[in-house]
T-cell receptor, first 113, second 114 residues
Framework: KQEVTQIPAALSVPEGENLVLNCSFTDSAIYNLQWFRQDPGKGLTSLLLIQSSQREQTSGRLNASLDKSSGRSTLYIAASQPGDSATYLC????????????FGTGTRLTIIP | DAGVIQSPRHEVTEMGQEVTLRCKPISGHDYLFWYRQTMMRGLELLIYFNNNVPIDDSGMPEDRFSAKMPNASFSTLKIQPSEPRDSAVYFC????????????FGEGSWLTVV
């Protein structure tokens, strides 16, 4: 059974710093991995999707990397801003043909102005 | 498009009552998912549909839960009878598989069973 872990559960950093969020998964035979953002009282917004054949994806100040063999992904946020404060979740699709996303428990990020 | 629309946004109900949550997917999306989020268990997939057909309902906790998708524009998740442990945020999400794998979430239905 696939398990997805995100450590730390919470992180606070001063504005302007670069930061890395971590995600690990137990079954390396994944189809894809996604990073989501969730603001309080809201649904999830997809940030980046990495297919199993890819090593990284970039969108603006965000860069996500994937190391399938070690079961790890990182989300790098450059030049953090207070608006980046949210909970970040990673999720994997393990089986091709089954669209089930298995989510991590998330990292709650606070950017201190 | 207005995105995935869920109703009600908030519901407080008494134990034993029937609860029906509704979802209007993004037009043209062929996959629809129902997730539940709690502090203890995080986000869990309950069931998902492809072209209105249920594909995987292994996450449905018990017979008290049922989901339907009578057409491409509407889905319901029903809990009957409701129990306090059903209190959670229920999310509907949809995906246009042929166009990629981005999944779009609604803003959730916040359910409290007292």
């Amino acid at each position: 059974k696939q398990e997805v872990t995100q450590i730390p559960a919470a992180l606070s950093v001063p504005e302007g710093e670069n930061l890395v969020l971590n995600c690990s998964f137990t079954d390396s035979a994944i189809y894809n991995l996604q990073w989501f953002r969730q603001d309080p009282g809201k649904g999830l917004t997809s940030l980046l999707l990495i297919q199993s054949s890819q090593r990284e994806q970039t969108s603006g100040r965000l860069n996500a990397s994937l190391d399938k063999s070690s079961g790890r992904s990182t989300l790098y946020i450059a030049a953090s801003q207070p608006g980046d404060s949210a909970t970040y979740l990673c999720a994997v699709v393990t089986n091709f043909g089954n669209e089930k996303l298995t989510f991590g428990t998330g990292t709650r990020l606070t950017i201190i102005p | 498009d207005a995105g995935v629309i869920q109703s009600p946004r908030h519901e407080v109900t008494e134990m034993g009552q029937e609860v029906t949550l509704r979802c209007k997917p993004i037009s043209g999306h062929d996959y629809l998912f129902w997730y539940r989020q709690t502090m203890m268990r995080g986000l869990e997939l309950l069931i998902y549909f492809n072209n209105n057909v249920p594909i995987d309902d292994s996450g449905m906790p018990e017979d008290r839960f049922s989901a339907k998708m009578p057409n491409a524009s509407f889905s319901t998740l029903k809990i009957q009878p409701s129990e306090p442990r059903d209190s959670a945020v229920y999310f509907c999400a949809t995906q246009d598989r042929p166009s990629g794998n981005t999944i779009y979430f609604g803003e959730g239905s916040w359910l409290t069973v007292v």
